[in-house]
């Protein structure tokens, strides 16, 4: 079955301090992208950063990383330099392959809430 | 306008009443999807329309109708909602290659609303 799971509930962070934020997923496919999303009290999804199965570095993205390490199904962002408006849920997603029929959709995991301290 | 905009972005509603959510993206793309966010409930994905067609129907209920009138504009039409239909609801856009994987998704503000 393909799952994300996201074991952090809660996080706090120090204002200036780095934070990394825990994802795992499940997969059988071989080809599979992974996305990070940012929600806001305001509801929004943004998109923060991508990282596809065969790309052989992690993703950065500004202060965003993505610590992908494949053998262990993990897919962790790194917030460095966490700033007061990084305050917001967290969600990781996968993408799945479309030749299973699923047209490439995202599964999400439940989410990370943030919440940084000044 | 760009992005992804959605209206309106509340909506209270009895369960008797028959309204509409409206998504429209202006990023050029060609699939849009419906997603519903219940509280302390992972995001789950209710339609997607690709080119047009719809090509996905998550097991939703016959009270949400979507509609898809061009690849820029992507409506929900709800009636006889239950109280458990109040949640968040976004809609996103990608670009979809033929034959290929979806590109990144790009999500609007979403619609709270409140069934009575």
């Known amino acids: 079955a393909q799952k994300i799971t996201q074991t952090q509930p809660g996080m706090f962070v120090q204002e200036k301090e780095a934070v990394t934020l825990d994802c795992t997923y499940d997969t059988s496919d071989p080809s599979y992208g992974l996305f990070w999303y940012k929600q806001p009290s305001s509801g929004e999804m943004i998109f923060l950063i991508y990282?596809?199965?065969?790309?052989?570095q992690n993703a950065t993205e500004g202060r965003y990383s993505l610590n992908f390490q494949k053998a262990r199904k993990s897919a962790n962002l790194v917030i460095s330099a966490s700033q007061l408006g990084d305050s917001a849920m967290y969600f990781c997603a996968m993408r799945v392959s479309p030749y299973g029929g699923s047209q490439g959709n995202l599964i999400f995991g439940k989410g990370t809430k943030l919440s940084v301290k000044p | 306008e760009t992005g992804v905009t959605q209206t309106p972005r509340h909506l209270v509603m009895g369960m008797t009443n028959k309204k509409s959510l409206k998504c429209e993206q202006h990023l050029g793309h060609n699939a849009m999807y419906w997603y519903k966010q219940s509280a302390k409930k992972p995001l789950e994905l209710m339609f997607v329309?690709?080119?047009?067609?719809?090509?996905e129907n998550n097991s939703v209920p016959s009270r949400f109708s979507p509609e898809c009138p061009n690849s820029s504009h992507l409506f929900l039409h709800l009636h006889t909602l239950q109280p458990e239909d109040s949640a968040l609801y976004l809609c996103a856009s990608s670009h979809v290659a033929s034959g290929g994987h979806p590109d990144t998704q790009y999500f609007g503000p979403g619609t709270r609303l409140t069934v009575l």
């Open positions: 990282q596809g199965s065969y790309d052989q």
């Open positions: 329309y690709n080119f047009k067609e719809q090509t």
